[in-house]
């Protein structure tokens, strides 16, 4: 079964605190591809990152970081110094052999000033 | 800038009449998404096109159909508009395979009346 799980529905944060998006997906192919993305109030879905599996390197874009693990399949997303710009939908997903990005359901983080 | 463009933003329809949304791309890829977005819920891809070659998924309703006349254009057309059809419809593209990142459009918001 192929499946991305972000647990957290909801984040509530304080701007400057550091958050962690959590993401676990199930997949059976030993070639696949992972993504974040963020969908701010507008709507439209923004790239953050992708990721393949044969790729363990952990990532860091400015503020933001990704910590990609097989061991326990989860592909984590860090804001450090969160800022109320980054308030939107976060999902994390999955692509592999099936030929269709799955998404998790997505989490809702609430930057508060 | 290369962009995804979608028109109207905002689309009001009544119950059972026929709508065409549309979806244009500067970014000359070859495959193009069609999905559906309801509140609070991941987008769930509805079918797409990799070149002029046309994937419905299983799941797709047969009220909703698309064309893609040439590699700039696509449309979504719902035949019969039900209140459950009421979402945000997002165009995404990719160069090649879905393991590329998707360039999503804002999107169209339809409300059925």
């Known amino acids: 079964a192929q499946k991305v799980t972000q647990a957290q529905t909801e984040i509530s944060v304080v701007e400057k605190e550091d958050v962690t998006l959590d993401c676990v997906y199930e997949t059976r192919d030993t070639t696949y591809y992972l993504f974040w993305y963020k969908q701010p109030p507008s709507g439209e879905l923004v790239f953050l990152i992708r990721r393949n599996s044969f790729d363990e390197q952990n990532e860091i874009s400015g503020r933001y970081s990704w910590n990609f693990q097989k061991s326990t399949s989860s592909f984590n997303f860090t804001i450090t110094a969160s800022q109320v710009v980054d308030s939107a939908v976060y999902f994390c997903?999955?692509?592999?052999?099936?030929?269709?990005?799955?998404f998790g359901q997505g989490t809702e983080l609430s930057v508060k000033p | 800038d290369a962009m995804v463009i979608q028109n109207p933003r905002y689309q009001v329809t009544q119950f059972g009449k026929p709508v065409t949304l549309s979806c244009s791309q500067t970014?000359?890829?070859?495959?193009m998404y069609w999905y559906q977005q309801k509140s609070s819920q991941a987008p769930k891809l509805l079918f797409h096109?990799?070149?002029?070659?046309?994937?419905n998924e299983a799941d797709t309703p047969d009220n909703f159909q698309s064309r893609r006349p040439n590699t700039s254009f696509c449309f979504l057309d719902i035949r019969s508009p039900g209140l459950g059809d009421a979402a945000m419809y997002l165009c995404a593209t990719s160069s090649s395979g879905g393991y590329n990142e998707q360039f999503f459009g804002p999107g169209t918001r339809l409300t059925v009346l």
């Open positions: 970014l000359n890829h070859n495959v």
């Open positions: 997903a999955l692509y592999n052999q099936g030929g269709k990005l799955i």
């Open positions: 096109y990799y070149d002029k070659d046309f994937n």
